[in-house]
């Protein structure tokens, strides 16, 4: 998985929920970095939501099928 940090000059943290709701990856971005790439290849497969997090708050979501 890719992602592409836009809010520069923030801090923002990726987590990432199985189909059943269960946090299975939290990622903090730091300031500063730009491209960020997540290797879900070990993963088993289905249906993920990844939630973005900034000061506090989700800013944005999206699914993501490991096949």
Known sequence: I???NTQHHSNIELRLYD????EVHRRRIYTGQQDISLD???WPPG???VVVYSNGGAVGQ???VVE
Not at 19 to 22: L, Q, Y
Request: with cysteine.
């Open 2 to 4: 890719e992602f592409e």
């Open 19 to 22: 189909a059943f709701g269960k």
């Open 40 to 42: 879900v290849g070990h």
């Open 47 to 49: 249906l993920y939501l």
């Open 62 to 64: 999206c699914k993501v």
